[in-house]
């Protein structure tokens, strides 16, 4: 078959381009040029064959003969198509999953109960066997799940928790690596309030991928998050204020402070550690939106006693959020405590991979802990909420300030343009 339709002047022209499967675009090609490539697709970003490059060689680390599970959404396909193409290219056996974000949907509205508590023993298996873990996000509809129950969410959460301990032991023990990237997709450039080309170059920018040298560059960050991580280690309690109305004392003596460099989360940015379990003492009034399980909620404030939440509200979306404080014992319990590094991420996007990035933050996770940081919670909820301290925010290490407004006080720690 040939290449184009061509010869306007030619009868059989206007028939041709009549019964073709074509849309509006294609049609407006056709009509001003008189061709129309039989094999149409959507130009493909080459940034995207470079992210996989930094995902596959870099973060993930991917070695002759391991199995490299990627899992994505329809949306995804092109970055996908890259990744095991770069997977083969290091020798490994790529697994790909690619299922619509609607399953998920569907089974939450319709499944039964007995449904939403089964335990998939097909994924847990590749839990089991992978030596590589890529997810993908891009997710078609940010607030698909807006409108469902809490209380069934709840279920689903909590029907999934083995295989998420599963998933953080290995990854504690490193027999699993891993790592999770956002395919700058129509949705959530929607989400970010930004078109679809400002979101790209936002996405590409926050994992430093137009730097010269990126992984000189993440190899940069990394170095300054290490220092910053060596001397929180030495500390035994946090503080962390905002002209909000936070005052939050989070005790870390004794756990690890791990550095996020880009090689689990991508993009990645921060420094985090577990808290000690009863240790965590005061009020946090969050400044930005939270995200979880496409559900918004703002205005959340939690007050904590001996390391548990014993009164969260929110002025969005109170009723989901004690929904997934109270779907077990461990909900109510911080299983992290970070801090963001990326001065490259400068603006809050309604994503948390990148919002708990933004240089000048900190955040908790509410629920189950990363064994490797030494915490020792466990629960079917991880909920990741950010407070911004870049407008009168402090951090106090053992009382000394560390960070005021956002910024480090120690210039070999990280901060904008390094």
Known sequence: MGNTLSNTEDPRFSEAWLKLPIDSSQLWLILSTGRLSCNQTTMIDPRLDKLANVLVRYSSEVR??????????????????????????????????????????????????????????????????????????????????????????????????????????????????????????????????????????????????????????????????????YRLQAARELRFTTPEGTDLRIGVEGRTWINCDGHENFPDGEVFTGPLEDATEGIICFNLPSIHANREV???????????????????????????????????????????????????????????????????????AYPESGGKNRSGLHWDMVCDLRQGGRIFADGQVISENGRFVDPAWPHPGG
């Not at 940069?220 to 991580?229: D, I, M």
């Not at 548990?308 to 509200?313: G, H, Q």
Request: net charge negative.
């Open 298 to 368: 703002c205005g959340v404030r939690l007050t904590f006693q001996a390391g548990r939440v014993v009164d969260a509200s929110a002025t969005k979306g109170e009723e989901f959020l004690i929904q997934m404080v109270d779907q077990d014992p461990g909900a109510r319990i911080l299983g992290e405590a970070a801090i963001g590094c990326n001065y490259a991420i400068t603006r809050h996007t309604r994503n948390t991979l990148f919002d708990e990035k933004i240089g000048g933050t900190f955040h908790v996770a509410l629920g189950t």
């Open 64 to 229: 002759p003969g391991q199995l490299v599970g990627i899992s994505a959404p329809i949306a995804a396909k092109p970055l996908v198509l890259s990744l095991y193409r770069e997977v083969l290219l290091a020798g490994a056996h790529p697994l790909v999953l690619i299922s619509p974000d609607e399953c998920a949907e569907i089974l939450l509205r319709t499944g039964s109960e007995d449904q939403l508590r089964f335990a998939n023993p097909i994924e847990m298996r590749e839990v089991e066997i992978a030596d590589v873990s890529i997810h993908v996000l891009a997710p078609e509809n940010t607030r698909a799940l807006t409108d469902i129950d809490p209380r069934r969410q709840a279920i689903r959460s909590n029907a999934r928790r083995p295989m998420m301990n599963l998933f953080l032991q290995r990854a504690a023990e490193k027999s699993l690596r891993w790592v999770a990237t956002q395919f700058p997709c129509q949705s959530s450039a929607q989400e970010a309030e930004m078109s679809l080309a400002a979101y790209e170059d936002f996405v590409f920018r926050a994992g430093l991928l137009e730097e010269p040298d990126p992984l000189a560059a993440w190899k940069s960050l990394s170095e300054r998050q290490q220092r910053l991580a």
